[in-house]
């Protein structure tokens, strides 16, 4: 999928670049102009919060999208960064107002395809998601900046499937589960 350009000056910081994230959302926290967002993350960022429930459950909240060069430098960021390509989103989730932990975001996200996962540090709850165009990266960014994780957030953080199918807010259309 394509990487799009947009500039905040033309659109608008309200711009809706996918039915429920705003241009904003991704702008680089430096205030710069332009801004860069791969469909693809949009499209999986749009999965993982339907997957949570969606409208009135579910939020997404991105805490850092695309970055400048800059930007990325000023704060620490990796070289070579995914956000400064466009594909990348930092995220904390929320079902019901209430913060899921990052190790359950990571697991679910794996699951969902995400190719870049990363618990980032600090709090618990804030993960690197990434589109990145090839390979996989599966990081606890807590011990370093290393593909550190083993490829498996299941083994790594001892999470079950069923704890990720708990996660999951089913829908109206969907039928109910079979007891």
Do not use: W
Request: proline share 2%; with cysteine; charged share 25%.
């Amino acid at each position: 999928m394509a990487i799009k350009t947009y500039y905040v000056s033309k659109l608008g910081r309200d711009h809706k670049v996918s039915p429920h994230f705003k241009l904003r959302e991704f702008q680089s926290r430096d205030g710069a102009d332009k801004v860069l967002i791969s469909e693809e993350i949009l499209a999986k960022l749009e999965e993982l919060r339907a997957y949570l429930g969606g409208d009135g459950v579910a939020t997404v909240g991105i805490n850092s999208g695309f970055r400048t060069e800059a930007y990325n430098r000023s704060i620490g960021g990796a070289s070579g960064s995914r956000h400064t390509k466009g594909d990348a989103a930092d995220v904390v989730c929320k079902q019901n107002g209430k913060r899921i932990s990052g190790k359950l975001i990571c697991a679910l996200c794996q699951t969902l395809g995400f190719k870049g996962v990363a618990l980032n540090k600090g709090t618990g709850y804030s993960v690197h998601l990434d589109m990145r165009p090839s390979g996989t990266y599966r990081g606890d960014e807590r011990n370093g900046y290393g593909n550190n994780v083993g490829g498996d957030f299941y083994e790594y953080f001892g999470i079950t499937k069923a704890q990720i199918e708990a996660l999951k807010v089913r829908q109206e259309s969907e039928e109910p589960p079979k007891k």
